[in-house]
């Protein structure tokens, strides 16, 4: 079992950056990877971003790709994501998840999920 706890969500102005962190804890498998996705009331989970092998594979999504950054401090067990450059559409609930590695980081890949830290984008 993994437990996953983000902390970082806020409500910054458009343009402005935001550091998300997401701790994790219990048995964690080779196989699995650390990644974020995003979702928005009335529409399904998105697949942000996520690091697939120690900062050197790491996947993002076209919306996002150039303004957010996945890293992973493997030793803390710690997924961390920077959002820069952020815009109205970024508002979401964003959420940490531990999952299978490899191709779309999509929620299909996910095992575990942390509760969420909301990001508001104001103008």
């Known amino acids: 079992q993994v437990q996953l706890a983000e902390s970082g969500g806020a409500s910054v102005p458009a343009g402005g950056s935001l550091t998300l962190s997401c701790a994790a804890s219990?048995?964690?498998?080779?196989?699995?990877?650390l990644g974020w996705f995003r979702q928005v009331a009335g529409k399904e989970r998105a697949g942000v971003a996520a690091?697939?092998?120690?900062?050197?594979?790491?996947w993002y999504a076209d919306s996002v790709q150039g303004r957010f950054t996945v890293s992973q401090d493997t030793a803390k067990k710690m997924v961390i994501l920077q959002m820069n450059g952020l815009k109205r559409e970024d508002t979401a609930m964003y959420y940490c998840?531990?999952?299978?590695?490899?191709?779309?980081?999509?929620?299909?890949?996910?095992?575990?999920w942390g509760q969420g830290t909301q990001v508001n984008v104001t103008s």
């Open positions: 998840a531990a999952g299978i590695c490899g191709g779309v980081w999509s929620e299909r890949r996910v095992n575990f």
């Open positions: 690091v697939y092998s120690s900062n050197v594979d790491t």
């Open positions: 219990g048995r964690m498998y080779s196989t699995h990877c």
